[in-house]
């Protein structure tokens, strides 16, 4: 089957890193994204690797090792208002265009 | 900022009862997805549509299920008879190339079966 793993809840205060984990299993696999999904939102798109290695956008960065099939979500200093749920995708070519799927998300709650 | 927008955004209906989901993609994405997110649980896909005919399927998306774009800008998703555990979040999401990663999702339609 196609899975991803990522912790259920992860706690941390303003200010701080935070790293999010994602190990997956699936087929037809072509790369890793990542999603922020506040309660009661939509998903918005935060990252992507389809290399191996570290991608970086501003406070946010992705690190993917496909010999590893495990990637990474890296917060820097952390804000009230990035208390939202992440969820990594794989980008998955079962057919001819790709579709996500996704892992069960990781709630992040920053407290102050 | 151009965004997928979905109607209605809550959907109560009956068992046993069709329902149409409306969606209307980013305009120039060529792309269009239909996921689901039963609450509290992860996001699954459903269906990508390309080119007037589906890509692929997952087997979430059974023969209670179809899509279509019926014009140059609606993309709808039909539940032909709505079973209990049909109630989710639908969230429809278009992208500019195929098997890209970044796709831009609408707001959801939340569907309650009774």
């Known amino acids: 089957g196609q899975s991803l793993e990522q912790p259920s809840e992860v706690t941390a205060v303003e200010g701080a890193i935070v790293q999010i984990n994602c190990t997956y299993q699936t087929s037809g696999f072509y790369g890793l994204s990542w999603y922020q999904q506040h309660d009661g939102g939509a998903p918005t798109f935060l990252s992507y690797?389809?290399?191996?290695g570290l991608e970086e956008t501003g406070r946010f960065s992705s690190f993917l090792s496909r010999s590893d099939s495990y990637g990474y979500l890296l917060l820097q200093e952390l804000q009230m208002k990035d208390s939202a749920s992440y969820f990594c995708a794989a980008v998955n070519y079962g057919g001819s265009q790709g579709n996500l799927i996704f892992g069960k998300g990781t709630k992040l709650s920053v407290k102050p | 900022e151009p965004e997928v927008t979905q109607t209605p955004s809550h959907q109560v209906t009956q068992m046993g009862q069709e329902v149409i989901l409306r969606c209307v993609p980013i305009s120039n994405h060529l792309y269009f997805y239909w996921y689901r997110q039963i609450l509290g649980q992860k996001v699954e896909f459903l269906v990508s549509f390309y080119n007037n005919e589906i890509s692929e399927k997952s087997e979430i998306f059974d023969d209670q299920f179809s899509v279509e774009r019926p014009d140059g800008s609606n993309f709808t998703l039909k539940i032909r008879s709505t079973k209990l555990e049909d109630s989710a979040m639908y969230f429809c999401a278009s992208s500019f190339r195929g098997g890209t990663y970044e796709q831009y999702f609408g707001p959801g339609t939340r569907l309650t079966v009774t």
């Open positions: 690797n389809a290399l191996d």
